[in-house]
């Protein structure tokens, strides 16, 4: 895959080395260019493609549009498109949240009309903090991992979010929320929060590509195209919306979970690695030499347990089986 295909590199945010400690995890609101390798236990997450020169180790990569890895994928995950935005922090941690604050206003509104009834007055910050502590002690997890990533996201862009990051740090100190929360704040925070689950949600994209090398142990998701443009999977489940394209004619494909919307296409299939192959797609699996396995068109499943040359698996074919 060229850089060039997806990448304006005069807007992408460049690593010129490692993804490591020292770099610390990457989210950025475009793309992100990485010259070396991402190492043990990191991630990055883009709003936008995501090109890594080196390896992937044991890594999260999420992307709102394609991914790119030159080099090897190795106990990581990687989610594009619909996917990207699904397993981005922004976007869960700012859902959650939403979710659980229209619960606790909603809350907060009985509590104090019950107060009321009985000719007593309280604060609406002290309802609020009431009704978390006995109902929503999660958010305080919750509002610790959104305020990480936002530190994340201003390290490139500092007046990025600092809306929400004002109204999340109210959050870590319960006395802020008696002193200062009424209910047009609470709906106004809320709204900030709404902002920031669409940007991410409105940044997925539809054409989107998973490009690697080779992979192993590793999960890889994208509502587009996942293509293998070398030595194959060793032991990784793929999703794939569109297709999944095996393109070195010795490419392998063992031990593996493959599920695509459309078409697989794949070289040498299973082999012994003590688990299972299986190869789902909606309209027809093609393989160059397929040891054994399972294969599935829509509905029909079929098990392999001799090898198979040059074969093409769709509805007529499985129709065609006694």
């Known amino acids: 895959m060229h850089q060039s295909q997806y990448f304006d590199i005069n807007t992408a945010f460049i690593v010129p080395g490692?993804?490591?400690?020292?770099?610390?995890?990457i989210v950025f609101g475009g793309?992100?260019?990485?010259?070396g390798d991402v190492m043990d236990n990191m991630i990055i997450e883009s709003l936008g493609n995501i090109y890594i020169s080196g390896s992937v180790f044991n890594s999260t990569l999420t992307a709102t549009g394609s991914i790119a890895v030159k080099g090897n994928v190795i106990g990581s995950s990687l989610y594009s498109g619909y996917f990207g935005m699904l397993?981005?922090?922004?976007?869960?941690?700012?859902k959650q949240l939403i979710d659980i604050f229209e619960k606790v206003a909603e809350s907060v509104?009985?509590?104090?009309?019950?107060?009321?009834?009985?000719?007593?007055?309280?604060r609406y910050g002290q309802s609020l903090l009431l009704i978390i502590e006995s109902k929503y002690m999660q958010v305080w997890d919750v509002v610790k991992e959104l305020l990480g990533v936002i530190s994340s996201i201003q390290s490139y862009n500092k007046d990025s979010l600092q809306h929400l990051k004002d109204y999340l740090e109210l959050f870590?100190?319960?006395?802020?929320?008696?002193e200062v929360m009424t209910a047009p704040r609470m709906e106004d925070f809320v709204r900030v929060l709404r902002e920031a689950f669409m940007r991410v949600a409105l940044s997925q994209e539809s054409q989107?590509?998973?490009?690697i090398n080779q992979g192993q142990n590793s999960t890889i998701k994208s509502n587009g195209d996942i293509l293998i443009r070398r030595e194959g999977v060793i032991q990784c489940d793929l999703y794939s919306a569109g297709n999944i394209i095996f393109f070195l004619?010795?490419?392998?494909?063992?031990?593996?979970?493959?599920?695509?919307?459309?078409?697989?296409?794949?070289?040498?299939v299973g082999g012994i690695t003590g688990v299972g192959t299986s190869l789902k797609a909606t309209k027809k699996i093609l393989v160059k030499k397929?040891?054994?396995?399972?294969v599935i068109i829509d509905r029909y499943s079929m098990d392999i347990f001799e090898p198979v040359e040059d074969k093409t698996f769709d509805r007529n074919s499985f129709k065609q089986q006694p």
Request: aromatic share 8%; charged share 25%.
């Open 109 to 122: 509104k009985l509590l104090i009309n019950e107060i009321s009834k009985k000719k007593m007055q309280v």
């Open 87 to 94: 397993y981005n922090r922004l976007y869960n941690s700012s």
């Open 18 to 25: 490692n993804v490591d400690l020292l770099t610390g995890n």
């Open 290 to 294: 397929m040891f054994e396995g399972r």
């Open 208 to 211: 989107v590509q998973i490009n």
């Open 249 to 268: 004619d010795n490419s392998v494909c063992r031990g593996s979970k493959l599920e695509a919307g459309d078409t697989i296409s794949a070289m040498y």
């Open 172 to 178: 870590v100190l319960p006395t802020k929320i008696v």
């Open 31 to 35: 793309d992100v260019i990485v010259y």
